[in-house]
């Protein structure tokens, strides 16, 4: 399964999509994100703002339907649980840890006097016990692993957090630090296959009532190195990963705004999730990106939410 | 279970590596050179490893076309890419 998407026919009728300035650069003129001198960190206006927040009362509408319990994680997490979740294995060049200054008053000295230098300052700061949460989830499953068993009618958690990946760039889709929403289904095998089908299903059809194109494909993490080669084939020969593609930046490389994974019992092994029978629990996620969500929608009704289309506006603003 | 070809020099080292660099979760005496080292519990993560001790152990580099699932499958399958990258190398 290594097809390429069908073409974007609505994104070709749309004029917004390709212009010559590049659309960082519009939203910082537009006043829709603020820049900080660092790609891939910047302000987000209020408008930007409420549009996540009217987009992430459509996700909760279904979550709450579902019965998921609603959990919000901040941005770190202790650095054990990112030591033992085998993520610095696969995404090392992604991971940050958080790491402070615990000398005594003489390294105070030559941390300031290394910093008047302009020198490398590094050296005086050593690991806190937190590093940057990477995606939404990665907090939850030791949570989980800590209560029992998992119950027979399956678990399933609502969860936002705002993530970190060391990704510089001058897309404005890949940003440093965003936010992920994140439904989570624990159970068998059956359960969360069937909970990701759901969310497959439903995941076009709300992105297509905000009028934005988009197509599923199957999809790879970016693991690193040659060897990460190896794993992303593994992962898209099992079509364990897909992605629902909205035109952001281009058309020819339309972004991931949603992600649907089904993590076998990947996790299940590595925390001790088991279920009431004795067997290891399967988990599988469906990740919405909210920037990437708000920025497609900037990108394709244009930068003043009072301007969008009025069945947009209807959904977003009821 | 696979049959139990045993024979040829390569399947020996392979096996070795596997037992060695604890590639998969259960004893590689009892394994087939035909058994499937995902279902025995080889993870992904894990295939990466062997990938790399086969590298080192029979100095070759795997080529991205053998960067895939089926090369990794079966100490057989192994010992076929390998066999193919020592005897382009020489």
């Known amino acids: 399964m290594n097809a390429r998407p069908p073409a974007f026919q609505a994104a070709a009728e749309a004029p917004s999509v390709s212009t010559a300035k590049p659309f960082l650069d519009e939203l910082f003129e537009d006043g829709v994100l603020i820049p900080s001198g660092v790609d891939g960190l910047y302000g987000r206006s209020g408008a930007f703002e409420e549009v996540i927040d009217r987009f992430e009362t459509l996700v909760e509408r279904f979550s709450k339907e579902d019965g998921a319990v609603k959990i919000h994680f901040p941005p770190a997490m202790p650095r054990v649980n990112m030591e033992k979740s085998g993520y610095l294995k696969s995404f090392p060049q992604l991971a940050g840890s958080v790491h402070s200054f615990m000398g005594n008053d003489m390294d105070h000295c030559r941390l300031i006097a290394a910093i008047a230098e302009g020198a490398d300052w590094s050296e005086f700061q050593k690991p806190t016990d937190l590093v940057l949460t ?25 969860l936002k957090s705002y993530c970190f990946r060391h ?3 001058k897309e404005p889709t890949r940003m440093q630090f965003f936010r992920m929403r994140e439904n989570v289904c624990i159970g068998t095998a059956e359960q969360v296959t069937e909970f990701r089908e759901r969310w497959l299903a439903r995941g076009p059809e709300l992105l297509r009532s905000l009028d934005l194109p988009c197509v599923l494909d199957v999809a790879n993490d970016p693991f690193f190195g040659r060897g990460g080669k190896l794993m992303a ?32 019992d990947h996790f299940g092994t590595l925390w001790g999730m088991t279920r009431e029978d004795g067997e290891k629990a399967h988990s599988a996620c469906v990740g919405f990106g909210l920037e990437r969500i708000a920025l497609a929608l900037f990108r394709q009704h244009g930068s003043d939410p009072a301007t969008w289309p009025e069945a947009v506006r209807k959904v977003l603003w009821g | 279970m696979g049959h139990l070809l045993k024979g040829s020099v390569m399947a020996v080292q392979i096996r070795e590596l596997l037992g060695n660099h604890k590639i998969i979760p259960v004893p590689v005496d009892g394994i087939g050179d035909m058994d499937d080292l995902y279902d025995l519990g080889m993870t992904s993560f894990a ?19 053998m960067l895939n699932r089926k090369t990794f499958q079966s100490i057989a399958s192994i010992d076929r890419s390998v066999s193919e990258l020592v005897a382009g190398r020489a």
Not at chain 1, 135 to 155: D, F, N, R
Not at chain 1, 235 to 263: G, I
């Open chain 1, 134 to 158: 990477p995606a939404a989830c990665y907090p939850l499953y030791p949570t989980v692993a800590a209560k029992g068993a998992v119950p027979a009618e399956g678990l399933l958690f609502d």
């Open chain 1, 167 to 169: 990704e510089p760039s």
């Open chain 1, 233 to 264: 084939r593994n992962q898209r020969d099992q079509q364990l990963k897909f992605e629902l593609l909205v035109p952001v930046n281009s058309v020819e490389n339309p972004t991931a705004c949603l992600s649907f994974n089904y993590h076998q």
């Open chain 2, 47 to 65: 295939s990466v490893q062997l990938m790399l001790a086969l590298e080192e152990a029979f100095d070759i580099e795997f080529p991205e076309r």
